[in-house]
């Protein structure tokens, strides 16, 4: 079954711990990214990768940190998370990144940050 | 500063009837604009898009409509059902891999 597959489902933390949010697709795509959802705010988007070793700055990076090493895994990477990081984390994946091609989203992770 | 607005956080449609929902951007540089549907707990999944130099695309009862001047777009769904419950989202990409998404618009179809 294709699918964007990401962990874990639900985090809680605590300020300035490490933590890593993984995400993988199984259907071969060039193109990944990473959103944050919040009330009033809708999805943002922090990090997008068009290839491997690729990787570009979305709307709001700051706070985050991803790699692109292998073509199927883009985790997500909060060196010290801040209570403001707090929210609703989605995983997406398409074939090529353009503005026609259909993303494939994650089911969310839900961070906490105390 | 939001690049996408969705000014309306919900709309109430009774099955059988017609749901529009609406969309408003700002930069003229979009070229491509998406709509994507959300229900709970789940992740966002893609509904239609349509392409700047096109004004209409439609899928089956989805419709969605661009008004370049007015730098505007709507989702027509007809007839709306009961499944089409759920969050959508427009969004738009004006450089290959940048999205922006609307704040969504919640919409409930009554039996």
């Known amino acids: 079954e294709a699918q964007v597959t990401q962990n874990p489902r639900y985090l809680i933390t605590v300020t300035g711990k490490k933590l890593t949010v993984t995400c993988s697709q199984n259907m071969n795509h060039e193109y990944m990214s990473w959103y944050r959802q919040d009330p009033g705010l809708g999805l943002r988007q922090i990090y997008y990768?068009?290839?491997?070793?690729?990787?570009d700055k979305g709307d709001v990076p700051e706070g985050y940190k991803v790699s692109r090493k292998e073509k199927r895994n883009f985790p997500l990477i909060l060196e010290s998370p801040s209570p403001n990081q707090t929210s609703l984390y989605f995983c997406a994946s398409s074939l090529n990144g353009g503005g026609n091609t259909e993303a494939f989203f994650g089911q969310g992770t839900r961070l906490t940050v105390v | 500063d939001q690049q996408v607005k969705q000014n309306s956080p919900s709309l109430s449609v009774q099955e059988g009837r017609i749901s529009i929902l609406n969309c408003d951007y700002t930069n003229s540089m979009f070229d491509y604009f998406l709509w994507y549907k959300k229900y709970p707990a789940e992740g966002p999944t893609f509904l239609i898009s349509i392409s700047s130099i096109k004004d209409k695309n439609e899928d089956g009862r989805f419709t969605v409509f661009l008004n370049k001047s007015a730098k505007h777009l709507s989702l027509h769904i007809v007839p709306s059902q009961p499944g089409d419950s759920a969050v959508y989202f427009c969004a738009a990409s004006a450089s290959r891999g940048q999205f922006y998404f609307g704040t969504g618009t919640s919409l409930t179809v009554i039996p």
């Open positions: 990768s068009m290839n491997v070793e690729v990787t």
